[in-house]
């Protein structure tokens, strides 16, 4: 069908983006079919005839329109900058790989170690309250002085993500942030200058959607697959009953990962779901880096204390910031730009430089206070 006309990066696009697609699914048709550009070159009925499959990825017209969209993609991570890494090369991560429905093809821009030797990922409600992010920075930060090599992986959703992200870049950390989307555009967008941080600070941002690829509801959940699969051990700092965080920790589980939750008090809302896992013995509990270290065994080195800068040097406009936040205690981003007279784009970057400080704490609802 498509007479081979293609670069062997469009057929191995066009290929995992067929519907449906995961490491199993592409191992099990290229021991039928042979490689992938065979699956293109032939039409329908030799495809039905030899795979006996009646999906939709068999049609001509469909598989046509997978590799029309392949060219372009291929045109966008070149001009970008994007690193796509198919299931067979040698550089997709190993833990990845060991999930049956892996994606066949994944899309990083940044760099960061997934094959270190201590990836965790932190995960937990939209909602979050201080408790839950400042058991983020207090565990990412005690994490990093024991483990250099540790990552800490999330899904930059609002809440315990972004705060296990922002406690990463605080405590120089690299991070990876996995998308429900393509990499050509930030979701949530209010969360653009952390993806930039992350890159930045030797970080990753990790999709397996393609830039043209719509975003659905079930992205979102799909999305966690790999947020569970790429670490050793998934964390769930607070969850309510439901929710994404529980979803995780059951693919965690299902992956053979170590699931840990941090309890809460009885009754609290965005503990429920923590507190659930635990008492049904689907997670230990977690109270900070010495139960996590042993329960998954690793010795880490004990460094000294570090000095820590008590009066960081501040830039002008973090100063003018700073004072705006001081004042008032607890603020709204909207607020904070309107009294500063500051468009909200450039007043962002800012923000976020002073969490890396550890100068402020980014609450939920686009709320900051002070340390």
Same mark, same amino acid.
């Given at each position: 069908?498509?007479?081979?006309?293609?670069?062997?990066?469009?057929?191995?696009?066009?290929?995992?983006?067929?519907?449906?697609?995961?490491?199993?699914?592409?191992?099990?048709?290229?021991?039928?079919?042979?490689?992938?550009?065979?699956?293109?070159?032939?039409?329908?009925?030799?495809?039905?005839?030899?795979?006996?499959?009646?999906?939709?990825?068999?049609?001509?017209?469909? $598989?046509g329109e997978c590799l029309r969209r392949a060219v372009l993609e291929e045109a966008f991570i070149g001009e970008h900058g994007i690193t796509?890494?198919?299931?067979?090369?040698?550089?997709?991560?190993?833990?990845?790989?060991?999930?049956?429905?892996?994606?066949?093809?994944?899309?990083?821009?940044?760099?960061?170690?997934?094959?270190?030797?201590? @990836? @965790?990922?932190?995960?937990?409600?939209?909602?979050?309250?201080?408790?839950?992010? $400042?058991?983020?920075?207090?565990?990412?930060?005690?994490?990093?002085?024991?483990?250099?090599?540790?990552?800490?992986?999330?899904?930059?959703?609002?809440?315990?993500?972004?705060?296990?992200?922002?406690?990463?870049?605080?405590?120089?950390?690299?991070?990876?942030?996995?998308?429900?989307?393509?990499?050509?555009?930030?979701?949530?967008?209010?969360?653009?200058?952390?993806?930039?941080?992350?890159?930045?600070?030797?970080?990753?941002?990790?999709?397996?959607?393609?830039?043209?690829?719509?975003?659905?509801?079930?992205?979102?959940?799909?999305?966690?697959?790999? #947020?569970?699969?790429?670490?050793?051990?998934?964390?769930?700092?607070?969850?309510?009953?439901?929710?994404?965080?529980? @979803?995780?920790?059951?693919?965690?589980?299902?992956?053979?990962?170590d699931v840990m939750a941090v309890p809460g008090r009885c009754g609290d809302e965005f503990s429920t779901g923590c507190n659930k896992l635990i008492a049904t013995n689907k997670a230990a509990l977690i109270t900070g880096?010495?139960?996590?270290?042993?329960?998954?065994?690793?010795?880490?080195?004990?460094?000294?204390?570090?000095?820590?800068?008590?009066?960081?040097?501040?830039?002008?406009?973090?100063?003018? #910031?700073?004072?705006?936040?001081?004042?008032?205690?607890?603020?709204?981003?909207?607020?904070?730009?309107?009294?500063?007279?500051?468009?909200?784009?450039?007043?962002?970057? #800012?923000?976020?430089?002073?969490?890396?400080?550890?100068?402020?704490?980014?609450?939920?609802?686009?709320?900051?206070?002070?340390?």
């Open positions: 069908m498509s007479d081979g006309q293609y670069s062997p990066m469009t057929y191995r696009i066009a290929f995992a983006s067929l519907q449906g697609m995961g490491v199993d699914l592409a191992r099990k048709l290229l021991d039928v079919v042979g490689s992938e550009q065979r699956f293109f070159d032939m039409n329908e009925k030799e495809l039905r005839q030899l795979t006996r499959g009646r999906s939709k990825i068999y049609r001509d017209d469909y $598989r796509a890494t198919y299931f067979t090369d040698d550089s997709y991560p190993h833990r990845l790989l060991e999930a049956p429905d892996a994606p066949a093809m994944i899309y990083t821009l940044g760099k960061s170690d997934l094959e270190g030797a201590h @990836v @965790v990922s932190v995960v937990g409600t939209r909602h979050a309250t201080q408790y839950g992010i $400042r058991f983020c920075d207090t565990l990412i930060g005690d994490l990093a002085q024991r483990l250099p090599d540790l990552v800490v992986v999330s899904g930059l959703a609002y809440g315990i993500d972004i705060a296990a992200h922002r406690a990463a870049l605080k405590h120089g950390v690299p991070t990876v942030a996995v998308l429900p989307r393509g990499l050509n555009k930030i979701y949530p967008a209010t969360h653009r200058n952390d993806a930039v941080a992350i890159i930045k600070h030797d970080g990753l941002l990790l999709t397996d959607y393609t830039s043209q690829d719509e975003v659905q509801k079930s992205n979102f959940l799909a999305r966690n697959r790999i #947020v569970a699969a790429l670490s050793d051990c998934t964390v769930i700092v607070e969850s309510a009953g439901s929710g994404g965080a529980l @979803v995780t920790a059951s693919l965690a589980m299902s992956y053979n990962r880096a010495d139960d996590l270290m042993a329960a998954m065994r690793w010795e880490g080195t004990n460094l000294a204390p570090q000095q820590l800068d008590i009066f960081p040097k501040l830039t002008k406009e973090e100063q003018a #910031v700073v004072d705006v936040i001081r004042n008032h205690g607890e603020i709204h981003l909207n607020a904070l730009a309107d009294t500063l007279q500051t468009p909200v784009y450039k007043l962002m970057s #800012v923000l976020v430089e002073l969490d890396c400080k550890n100068v402020i704490v980014t609450l939920p609802g686009c709320r900051y206070t002070m340390i």
